[in-house]
Every structure is written in C-alpha cells, then in structure tokens.
Nanobody
C-alpha cells in the first residue's frame, strides 16, 4: 500500500513557475514508477509526465515537453514536477500516481495502469 500526498499548487501568472511535490509513504517507493496527471474541469484526466523507478527514464506529454521536468528523490520518498513557462491551458488539478513496477509502452500514459493516486493539488494560471 502506498499513500501519496501532493503539495505545491497555487495561483501563478502566465510565464511563471511552480514546483509540485508528491510525498509517498511506504518502504518500497524506490520500486514504483511514478506519474503526474492533470484534469481540467469538464475534461478527462490526461498524462503529463512519468519517471521510472530509478529516475533514469522520463517521459512527457507533447504539451509540456521542454517546460516541465519530472524528478524523484528515492531517499526522501518524493517525486517532483517542476513547471516553467506556465500557460493558462495548464490550469488543472494535478495528481501524482504510482505503479508497482516500471511501465512500458503506452501503459505509462494511461491512468488505469497506476494503482495509487494522491488527492490532487490545484494549479491555476492566470493570463
């Protein structure tokens, strides 16, 4: 069992930056692949970024590539999402998620492949 708690959301102007954190409980955090997803009002939850258990491989949605960076600190049981050059269309509730093993191919982009989810943190980008 893994419990995830996100933090770091807030209100920021377009062009600004935020850093989201996701703290995980459990001794086996380092064996979990981690992902960030987001959901805007009236829209489906969409993939943002993912990172392998070792941190050696990262994956991004085209819409955030070059602006967002996912990282993890296994010693602190924490995964991060650094968001730069934010745009109004980035406004959403951001969720972190954990999968008990590395995901391959299309699975890493699909919410149903992840077993554990945080409660979400709101990110609002004003124009």
């Amino acid at each position: 069992q893994v419990q995830l708690v996100e933090s770091g959301g807030g209100l920021v102007q377009a062009g600004g930056s935020l850093r989201l954190s996701c703290a995980a409980s459990g001794r086996t955090f380092s064996s979990y692949a981690m992902g960030w997803f987001r959901q805007a009002p009236g829209k489906e939850r969409e993939f943002v970024a993912a990172i392998s258990w070792s941190g050696g491989n990262t994956y991004y949605a085209d819409s955030v590539k070059g602006r967002f960076t996912i990282s993890r600190d296994n010693a602190k049981n924490t995964v991060y999402l650094q968001m730069n050059s934010l745009k109004p269309e980035d406004t959403a509730v951001y969720f972190c998620a954990a999968a008990p093993s590395n995901l391959f191919g299309i699975a890493r982009y699909v919410p149903s492949a992840y077993d554990y989810w945080g409660q979400g943190t709101q990110v609002t980008v004003s124009s």
